[in-house]
């Protein structure tokens, strides 16, 4: 896309990044709300993140398929009011206390972001420089983790207020709980609903692509890099929602306090990572060796969170200081470092696989919007293997096998161009 300017575009975006981030993000606070509002074990609160990112795999392609025809200005407008129809079923769900209709708020949320998620990733990615790109994402990425470090905290300190634990309520402070549940989602659809206004009305230019006729030719199926892509983001995200929304399930596990805000730890951490996108890449460090590095470190946390100590709060006060955090054991904290390691995976996947894709860029993207369902399939068979070992800080070594792949995804996945041998 040409433009005299991407000043006012990556304005425009990184406010829809920032509910990106409010919204998903919140899903790690809900989790203990609902786990104690609807009588939930471990294994059936993970259903939240289940039907939320369950969406992006149902509806990507469908979404794909309507942004061609409304184009990507139009859609990001239809994706702000789905969600903002998510939001409201909230209400209902809360009144309730519902579990089915929490997850139906959920996927409805879900499908909203879906639509904006196929729309801004390109449109970022597409904006500019594609050796840039993985710095604009990191941009992005920086506004829609600082929502995910604001958001659980908030929503927190809202819905405990006048309750204080989670521990031992009773029915009618349950009750109490869950109506508390609705003023936070009403606040949003009224926010969504003010959001569809500015960007229907906003300057932002639509995105056009120079005909190619040997790329138009063919299936999306036939890009081995956005193939591959895909996979490295399924385990991306995978692994990436077992670090922000069980972590607050395993301090809980450990008797940490404050358990309900932990996910700010890791998106913390991701906040840095982004900031490590912005200022290295591409000048000192493609986007391709910051992907790799990304898969090492990530191997390496997981290996600390597994043999750390559960008591021991050595790290904490380490990287913490004598903050108020400092108390938190060291395995939990290696959680949350995973954040770093996961911060720069989505934004140098993203223009490794649609590079040269052209009127097939929403397709590709959609097919990497469909990744997504990795948030909703791998954190359950997290949950269920922590639920039948009782072991949950061992269960975080699965994620090894999400690193394997990203790694397999930089050093070679991304170079393939096509299926044949050549």
């Known amino acids: 896309m040409q433009s005299k300017s991407t000043l006012v575009p990556m304005a425009i975006i990184g406010v829809l990044f920032f509910i990106f981030g409010f919204v998903t993000w919140l899903n790690g606070s809900l989790i203990p709300f609902l786990k104690v509002i609807c009588d939930l074990n471990e294994f059936q609160a993970l259903f939240v993140t289940f039907a939320f990112y ?6 990507a392609l469908p979404m794909a398929y309507l942004l061609e025809k409304t184009g990507y200005k139009n859609g990001m407008a239809l994706g702000l ?48 420089d594609i ?42 402070a349950k009750e109490i709980l869950a109506s508390k549940l609705i003023t936070p989602y009403i606040i949003m659809a009224v ?12 300057s932002l230019p639509e995105l056009e692509f120079a005909q190619d006729d040997e790329v138009e030719q063919k299936s999306i199926f036939e890009f081995p890099r956005v193939v591959f892509g895909a996979a490295a983001l399924f385990f991306y995200v995978g692994i990436e929602v077992i670090a922000g929304d069980t972590i607050g399930l395993y301090g809980q596990s450990l008797g940490v306090e404050n358990y309900t805000s ?58 913490w200081g004598y903050s108020g955090v400092r108390t938190i054991p060291d395995s939990v904290t290696f959680v949350a470092l995973l ?20 009127r097939h860029t929403a397709k590709g993207s959609a097919l990497l919007i469909m990744a997504i369902a990795g948030g909703a399939i791998l954190p359950l068979l997290f949950g269920k293997i922590a639920q039948t070992s009782g072991d949950m800080q061992s269960t975080y070594l699965i994620g090894i096998v999400c690193y394997a792949f990203i790694l397999f995804y930089a050093i070679k996945g991304h170079k393939i161009s096509s299926w044949r041998s050549e």
């Open 54 to 59: 369950i969406a992006y795999t149902v509806m």
């Open 81 to 128: 009011a789905i969600m903002a129809v998510g939001s409201l079923i909230f209400i209902p769900a809360a009144q309730s206390a519902n579990f089915i209709l929490f997850l139906v708020a959920l996927f409805t949320l879900g499908t909203g972001l879906t639509v904006l998620q196929s729309a801004s990733n390109p449109y970022i990615v597409c904006i500019g």
């Open 131 to 172: 050796k840039s790109a993985a710095m604009r994402i990191s941009i992005m990425g920086l506004i829609n983790k600082g929502a995910g470090v604001v958001a659980p905290l908030l929503f927190s300190a809202f819905i405990l207020s006048g309750i204080g634990s989670l521990e031992d309520l009773t029915s009618e």
């Open 191 to 202: 926010v969504l609903s003010g959001l569809i206004v500015l960007v229907k009305f906003s």
């Open 262 to 319: 932990l996910t700010s730890f890791t998106m913390s951490f991701m906040v840095f990572g982004y900031l490590v996108g912005v200022f290295f890449i591409p000048k000192y460090l493609s986007q391709k060796n910051a992907l790799l590095g990304s898969a090492i470190l990530g191997a390496l946390f997981l290996v600390g969170v597994a043999i750390s100590s559960t008591q021991s709060n050595t790290i904490s006060e380490i990287l």
């Open 339 to 358: 954040g770093f390691a996961n911060a720069l995976v989505w934004p140098t996947i993203w223009p490794l696989a649609l590079e040269g894709l052209g």
